[in-house]
């Protein structure tokens, strides 16, 4: 059974770059058909997908944050990372990793539990 | 990207049958059959429902059921049960390649 644990600080202060990882255990990180996605949900609001990486390294990324956002993975630890700069306010948020079933229908199948990140001096 | 359009909430008696839209653009969810349905408990991680429109994963109860037509995806939920009662959110791929959600919907049974 697959699973995805999020990590990272949980309080960052504004102009500062969030930074989690995502590791990945139960499979391989790089199989084929699957990426690994970044999705994010501000306290009593909904989703935000934010992007993903591919498992030959492309990225895609939510044209609203790209310019913030770098996604990487780490094959030898089985492991993927966010990390989103210049955060204000605004990006307070829980954080979830997901695999995206990017070769088949384009689901996101499996999910982290989620890591609650705040932006705050 | 905007996100897409789903009604903030719909509510049933148990017993009953409830849809929810999700309407897109012709570069989301009319121009793909790419459209999955979420559900989400409070303080859960959200869990896949239906994929492809209309197909369910292995375990999911056959009470719920997708449909498209244009730029209008629907979740159906029939036999409204307590358990049912949770934010739903639907998802589409792009054509820039990316993803969207929708903007949720909360489902109470009354």
């Known amino acids: 059974q697959l699973q995805l644990q999020e990590s990272g600080s949980g309080l960052v202060k504004p102009s500062q770059t969030l930074s989690l990882t995502c590791a990945v255990s139960?499979?391989?990180?790089?199989?084929?058909?699957?990426?690994w996605s970044w999705i994010r949900q501000p306290p009593g609001k909904g989703l935000e997908w934010i992007g993903y990486i591919y498992h030959s390294g492309s990225t895609y990324y939510n044209p609203s944050l790209k310019s913030r956002v770098t996604i990487s993975v780490d094959r030898s630890k089985n492991q993927f990372s966010l990390k989103l700069s210049s955060v204000t306010a605004a990006d307070t948020a829980v954080y979830y990793c997901?695999?995206?079933?990017?070769?088949?229908?384009?689901?996101?199948?499996?999910w982290g539990q989620g890591t609650l990140v705040t932006v705050s001096s | 990207q905007s996100a897409l359009t789903q009604p903030a909430s719909v509510s049933g008696s148990p017993g009953q049958s409830i849809t929810i839209s999700c309407t897109g653009t012709?570069?989301?969810?009319?121009?793909?059959?790419?459209v999955s349905w979420y559900q989400q408990h409070p303080g859960k991680a959200p869990k896949l429902m239906i994929y492809?429109?209309?197909n369910r994963p292995s375990g999911v109860s056959n009470r719920f059921s997708g449909s498209k037509s244009g730029n209008t995806a629907s979740l159906t939920i029939s036999g409204l049960q307590a358990e049912d009662e949770a934010d739903y959110y639907c998802?589409?791929?792009?054509?820039?390649?990316?993803?969207?959600f929708g903007t949720g919907t909360k489902v109470t049974v009354l």
């Open positions: 997901a695999r995206d079933r990017s070769g088949y229908d384009l689901s996101f199948d499996y």
């Open positions: 139960g499979g391989s990180i790089s199989s084929g058909g699957y990426s």
């Open positions: 998802s589409s791929y792009t054509s820039s390649s990316t993803r969207v």
């Open positions: 492809e429109v209309s």
């Open positions: 012709s570069s989301d969810v009319g121009g793909y059959n790419y």
